[in-house]
């Protein structure tokens, strides 16, 4: 069976500082794979999404970056974290474009 | 563009009774699938139910269902026998494109 991994569980970072955040999957290979982040009590906005190693699409100009070392890591990454990029980042994947996406369990980022 | 809309900010229903979930959505596709994901406190996205635009046939899962109707662009979710623990934030979804999400409450 497939599972995705996703960390830390939260974090607290003060402004200016770096950012990484880490997804793995298991259990399949050349997974779509897709960073959301989500507003309190909002819906989810997709920042990047990805369909094969190297190969990284960005939807919404910010300073967040990711990038897609290995066939099923996904890593979401910032030089200098604002006070906006807090927020619940979710990572998922997918066999294919429009198809169910899988989700892992969310990172809480507070910056300070 | 592609955009999906959920008019229901919050919604409540009675224990054991029905409750239908709207959403609206806009595509120039044929062929696509539409999805129902529930988002309990704990914040983990779970697949509810999943819509092949190509079948006319509503899927259902157990005490959920949809209705789609594809001219109308239009992709309801009913929970019948509604459970506590079916309280929860639930999203309405066309391929990357999720609506702002209707808050379920369940009253004992």
């Known amino acids: 069976s497939q599972t995705i991994h996703q960390w830390p569980a939260t974090l607290v970072q003060p402004v200016g500082s770096p950012l990484s955040l880490e997804c793995t999957v298991e259990?399949?290979?050349?997974?779509?794979l897709y960073w959301y982040r989500q507003a309190a009590g909002r819906g989810l906005q997709l920042l990047f999404y990805?369909?094969?190693?190297?190969?990284i699409s960005s939807e919404v100009p910010q300073n967040l970056s990711a990038s897609r070392p290995q066939d099923r890591q996904f890593i979401l990454s910032s030089k200098k974290l604002l006070l906006s990029d807090s927020g619940f980042y979710l990572c998922a994947w997918s066999r294919g474009q429009g198809e169910t996406q899988y989700f892992g369990p969310g990172t809480r980022l507070l910056v300070l | 563009a592609q955009t999906v809309t959920q008019s229901q900010p919050e919604m409540s229903v009675q224990e054991a009774e029905t409750v239908t979930l709207s959403c609206t959505y806009d595509?120039?596709?044929?062929?696509?699938?539409l999805f129902w994901y529930k988002q309990p406190p704990s914040r983990q996205m779970i697949l509810v139910i999943r819509?092949?635009?190509?079948?006319?046939q509503n899927a259902t899962e157990n005490r959920f269902s949809v209705n789609f109707q594809k001219a109308a662009k239009s992709f309801s979710l009913k929970i019948s026998d509604s459970q506590l623990g079916d309280a929860a934030m639930y999203f309405c979804?066309?391929?990357?494109?999720f609506g702002a999400g209707t808050r379920l409450t369940v009253k004992p």
């Open positions: 979804a066309y391929a990357v494109r």
């Open positions: 819509q092949e635009a190509y079948k006319q």
């Open positions: 595509t120039s596709e044929s062929d696509y699938y």
């Open positions: 990805s369909v094969g190693i190297g190969q």
């Open positions: 259990g399949t290979s050349n997974p779509n």
